[in-house]
């Protein structure tokens, strides 16, 4: 095999200061970081200091922190509720969506060991719904499990993690990517997606190239 052909690290500085990234570019992502974390103080400032629009209305960003705060401390009638404030579509055209909320509605009260209310709850609420979807039965039956074990100690780490914290934020995930998308905009902040790219590009290059990782 032959050998890597080798960059050295001057060649590599040049070719990296000769590729023109404007600041403009850089402060759109700068933008797109506060609005998806949810940072609405810092993106009103952003947004004046750089002279620069936001992709969507501040109080968004507001009612979003909002509705993730209350799905983080299990207040799920209050982040249904919130939702629905913010556009009642969201819920409506997503089933798997609002099947989750409910799920998550069950786990607290599971958790709150509210028994009778947890199977009154998931025979009026879940039950047709676990028949419309093989997935849904599925995750209604992993969820009822845990009825099965008097502690989450226990019961198996498939079943168990839905009472963890981060069960709760799994589902806030869930939501929060719902309602990005319903206002236009994008799941994931593009500087993450921009730096998994370079590693997929340094790894593919790496494959034919000695080069400076960065």
Known sequence: MA???AIRKEEWDRRLHEVQVTK???????MDYLVIEGYKSAAEEFSQEADIAPPVD???????MKIREALQRGDIEDAITRVNDLNPEILDTNAGLYFH???QKLIEYIRQGRIEDALEFAQTELAAR?????EFLSE????????AFESTGSAPAGIAELLSPGQRMKTAG???GAILE???QGKEVKLVGLLKLLGWGEQLLADEVEFPRM
């Open 3 to 5: 050998p890597k052909k």
């Open 24 to 30: 403009d570019d850089l402060n759109r992502l700068i």
């Open 58 to 64: 501040f109080e968004s960003i507001e009612s979003r």
């Open 101 to 103: 909320l409910q799920q």
């Open 130 to 134: 676990g028949e419309e979807s093989p």
């Open 140 to 147: 209604l039956e992993r969820t009822m499990a845990l009825l």
């Open 174 to 176: 869930e939501v929060n």
């Open 182 to 184: 319903s206002l236009g």
